[in-house]
């Protein structure tokens, strides 16, 4: 965890327990831990690159990531592997650096080029299997916010990001 200097995320069954409710209008909602964005957001804020690649599009969903700082936001992305190559080039990223948290098999490719393959508790057992951190927290539980705590906690930063804000 060392050497993390980005997170990439996906959304449904990591940022979401993987429940959709759907209205009458046929609109699809989505529920976020508050705990997750918060971790977010830090992480934003002391400099890391956080990064959403899914295969979902919500606007909503955009709106949300937006509103805690995030700019990298890749939705409706039908090849993961590709984003995500198009993500670390553009930002001259090396993959040993990257985080990336999934928990289903349109995860596992990307997963399997990353320097910290993670997942939450509750991911398939083929993601589990390659995942180098598996979360105590299921998805849309705060197990975004668990892998962001650890790395932020091994690299000295989680507290110190508080300093002055608890005033």
Not at 44 to 70: K, Q, T
Not at 103 to 122: A, E, F, R, T
Not at 160 to 165: E, N
Request: glycine share 10%; net charge negative; proline share 4%.
């Amino acid at each position: 965890m060392n050497d993390i200097t980005t997170l990439i995320f996906d959304v449904d069954g990591v940022l979401t327990d993987s429940s959709v409710f759907v209205t009458n209008e046929g609109e699809i909602l989505r529920v976020m831990n508050i705990r997750d964005g918060y971790a977010m957001k830090a992480a934003v804020e002391c400099g890391y690159n956080v990064c959403i690649i899914s295969g979902g599009s919500n606007e909503g969903v955009r709106v949300r990531l937006r509103n805690l700082g995030i700019t990298d936001i890749y939705l409706g992305t039908p090849d993961k592997v590709a984003t995500f190559k198009e993500y670390i080039e553009l930002y001259d990223i090396k993959p040993e650096q990257v985080l990336y948290m999934g928990d289903d098999i349109p995860d596992y490719h990307v997963m399997q080029l990353v320097g910290l393959p993670s997942c939450p508790q509750d991911s398939t057992p083929e993601i589990k299997a390659i995942s180098r951190y598996i979360s105590h927290r299921n998805g849309g539980k705060g197990a975004a916010r668990d892998v962001i705590e650890q790395v932020m906690k091994v690299q000295g930063k989680w507290m110190s990001y508080f300093d002055g804000k608890l005033d």
